[in-house]
């Protein structure tokens, strides 16, 4: 059993870098790290191949500048293997043409599973994984929050807002997990000793066979037409309390309209 876990590697949520006024993107010039949405997928494909005799998990991402400090991480919490696909040309990309780079570099390694997160934590247009579903031809299950092998077919209990949803599914398939549905480990020293030797196969686009003008800006879709930093989120306010702090707390609800 080969499990593809996609990870999309991003600037750091705490230090996320500057915008870039001429392009209208994030500048992605400093270290990236994984997508904390991601470790949830690295978790579960564990998960299923732990135990397993034959069970591999490879790790695919397309960053910038051949950052590998993402794959790292999920290198170094149990995955075997990642592809690596990075470009100056990539540049720009919108979800469409990050799918169909993704695509040809799941297709090397020929996965029984595909698992992704249902969107970044950065660019989170939550788009991705279908697209890669219906360019491999493939039957795709989104928001899952439990996942079971039964030999040919996959078993997803599916979130949905009253509860959840059981899905079975033929594989391979594409499989979306949501946030916070199982608890990454956290990497051991062993593990990131061992993360230093795995293999990360790079790739550029000539290497994947895409043609360079249907990527990046030249083959995007998209138009970034405005950017604006987001607000400064403001002090909260402190209520001391002087024996009517509840009637207080409850008027500054009832002014949000939260009540
Ligand atoms: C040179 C270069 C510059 C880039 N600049 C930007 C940028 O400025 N802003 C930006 O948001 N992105 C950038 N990217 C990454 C790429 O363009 C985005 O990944 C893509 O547009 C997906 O958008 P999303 O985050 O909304 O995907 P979503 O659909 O929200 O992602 C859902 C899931 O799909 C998978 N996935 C998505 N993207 C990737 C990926 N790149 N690698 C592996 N798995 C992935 C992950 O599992 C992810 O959690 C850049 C990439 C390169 C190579």
Same mark, same amino acid.
């Given at each position: 059993m080969n499990i593809v876990v996609c990870v999309k590697q991003i600037p750091d949520p705490t230090d996320p870098g500057a915008l870039d006024p001429e392009t209208k993107t994030l500048?992605?010039? /400093? @270290?990236?790290?994984? !997508? &904390?949405? !991601?470790?949830?997928? #690295? +978790?579960? /494909? %564990?998960?299923l191949v732990d135990g397993t =005799?034959?069970? &591999?998990?490879?790790? #695919?991402?397309?960053?910038?500048?051949? =950052? #590998?400090?993402?794959?790292? $991480?999920? %290198?170094?919490?149990? /995955?075997?293997?990642?592809v690596l696909v990075s470009d100056e040309a990539l540049a720009g990309s919108d979800s469409l043409s990050t799918a169909k780079v993704l695509v040809e570099a799941i297709k090397r390694c020929e996965p029984t599973l595909i698992l992704t997160a249902t969107e970044s934590s950065d660019g989170?247009?939550?788009t991705v994984p279908v697209q890669i579903a219906e360019l491999l031809d493939l039957p795709s299950v $989104?928001?899952? @929050? +439990?996942?079971?092998?039964?030999?040919?077919t996959v078993t997803v209990k599916r979130q949905t807002e009253d509860g959840?949803? +059981?899905? =079975?599914?033929p594989l391979p398939c594409v499989v979306s997990v949501t946030a916070g549905v199982v608890e990454p480990r956290y990497p051991s020293f062993k593990g990131i000793m061992a993360a230093k030797n795995k293999p990360v196969e &790079?790739?550029? %686009?000539?290497g994947l066979g895409i043609d360079a003008s249907t990527v990046g800006w030249a083959g995007a879709r998209q138009e970034i $037409? =405005?950017?604006t930093e987001a607000a400064v989120r403001e002090a909260g306010e402190i209520i001391v309390d002087e024996g009517d702090a509840h009637e207080r707390i409850l008027s500054f609800m009832d002014d949000l309209k939260v009540l």
């Amino acid at each position: 059993m080969n499990i593809v876990v996609c990870v999309k590697q991003i600037p750091d949520p705490t230090d996320p870098g500057a915008l870039d006024p001429e392009t209208k993107t994030l500048k992605r010039d /400093a @270290k990236l790290i994984l !997508d &904390e949405s !991601d470790s949830y997928g #690295v +978790e579960m /494909a %564990l998960q299923l191949v732990d135990g397993t =005799e034959d069970g &591999e998990v490879r790790l #695919v991402s397309m960053a910038p500048n051949n =950052e #590998v400090g993402g794959l790292r $991480t999920a %290198l170094a919490m149990g /995955a075997a293997s990642a592809v690596l696909v990075s470009d100056e040309a990539l540049a720009g990309s919108d979800s469409l043409s990050t799918a169909k780079v993704l695509v040809e570099a799941i297709k090397r390694c020929e996965p029984t599973l595909i698992l992704t997160a249902t969107e970044s934590s950065d660019g989170y247009t939550g788009t991705v994984p279908v697209q890669i579903a219906e360019l491999l031809d493939l039957p795709s299950v $989104t928001f899952a @929050k +439990e996942i079971t092998i039964n030999g040919d077919t996959v078993t997803v209990k599916r979130q949905t807002e009253d509860g959840y949803d +059981e899905v =079975e599914c033929p594989l391979p398939c594409v499989v979306s997990v949501t946030a916070g549905v199982v608890e990454p480990r956290y990497p051991s020293f062993k593990g990131i000793m061992a993360a230093k030797n795995k293999p990360v196969e &790079e790739l550029d %686009l000539a290497g994947l066979g895409i043609d360079a003008s249907t990527v990046g800006w030249a083959g995007a879709r998209q138009e970034i $037409t =405005e950017v604006t930093e987001a607000a400064v989120r403001e002090a909260g306010e402190i209520i001391v309390d002087e024996g009517d702090a509840h009637e207080r707390i409850l008027s500054f609800m009832d002014d949000l309209k939260v009540l």
